[in-house]
């Protein structure tokens, strides 16, 4: 219990770490000059975040594969999209 | 963390083709039928982030420029009273598991806290809005911040009206070491709130 305690911990920090992040290329407006390379680090930020939530703390990191599959493919396609949804808005 | 026998066997027919050490060890938290409800609630909310994101592309200008007026430190002070409700979450499901039942309620009630804050910060975020007079049909972009935002409010809701449940009947003791399927069912789906937010954050407040 104590691991899985610590996991949870761990991944609670990278959390908090990776939303100030995100929050710093608004805040400083890097969001709107950096533009592609921010949209990757913010939405890459987002993956990081989401397969954390997903693993630790819904606790699917050792659940059949299936629903790992099904959680994380969610999230990979959602951000996929947005992606490319950017990329259509600068073309 | 031990697998029980009744998990392990379920697992076993779930992935018949899974290398030994999954098969023995892999176990989906909480009811099935939660996470059923998980992935029709992720759909939803996938539709409308796809809408939200296409329609941007389709009038970056527009939406650039109104992003601009949203409150960036309401949005970040949300991501991060999540994100901390969930942990809350998360220690109170370990500690109710260990037979810590007190210990475990006190974690739900400072996860439902967290929720709490969320929506005090939320109906300020809402009222200056109102106050600058946007509403729904301002234009496009207000449209889906709105409605986005408010649509994952609601789930912040339903969200604590579960934790408040499973907060009463941890403090009757309807949980414990071997009990504790509809607990770990209400923390799945309230970190599927967090997961919904964590990608609304990025798309909505920040990216442009």
Not at chain 2, 67 to 85: H, P, R
Not at chain 2, 103 to 121: E, N
Not at chain 2, 195 to 204: N, Q
Request: with cysteine; glycine share 8%; aromatic share 14%.
């Amino acid at each position: 219990m104590n691991t899985l305690n610590t996991a949870a911990n761990r991944t609670w920090i990278v959390l908090l770490v990776a939303t100030a992040i995100t929050y710093w290329l608004g805040e400083s407006g890097t969001a709107g000059k950096a533009g592609t390379m921010a949209v990757f680090v913010m939405l890459g930020l987002a993956l990081l975040k989401g397969w954390l939530v997903i693993y630790d703390f819904m606790e699917l990191r050792h659940a059949p594969t299936l629903w790992k599959a099904l959680l994380v493919g969610w999230l990979v396609f959602v951000l996929g999209m947005i992606v490319l949804a950017y990329w259509m808005g600068l073309h | 963390m031990p697998p029980d026998t009744t998990s392990a066997t379920m697992s076993v027919a779930v992935r018949p083709s899974g290398p030994p050490n999954d098969a023995s060890g892999a176990r989906l938290p909480g009811d099935l039928a939660i996470w059923f409800f998980i992935l029709a609630e992720l759909l939803a909310f996938a539709v409308f982030f796809l809408a939200y994101a296409f329609a941007r592309a389709g009038n970056v200008e527009m939406f650039n420029e109104s992003q601009l007026t949203l409150d960036l430190n309401s949005g970040a002070l949300n991501t991060v009273l999540l994100i901390t409700g969930s942990w809350f979450v998360v220690l109170a499901v370990q500690a109710v598991k260990r037979d810590a039942t007190r210990l475990g309620a006190r974690w739900l009630a400072a996860g439902m806290a967290c929720g709490f804050a969320f929506l005090v910060v939320k109906v300020f975020e809402y009222s200056a809005k109102f106050d600058a007079d946007i509403s729904l049909s301002t234009n496009t972009f207000y449209m889906f911040y709105i409605s986005l935002t408010f649509f994952h409010f609601m789930h912040v809701v339903l969200g604590m009206v579960i934790l408040a449940i499973l907060l009463v009947k941890t403090r009757q003791g309807a949980y414990g070491s071997r009990e504790h399927n509809a607990l770990e069912s209400g923390a799945a789906y309230w970190h599927m709130v967090d997961l919904l937010w964590i990608v609304l954050f990025p798309l909505v407040y920040v990216m442009r």
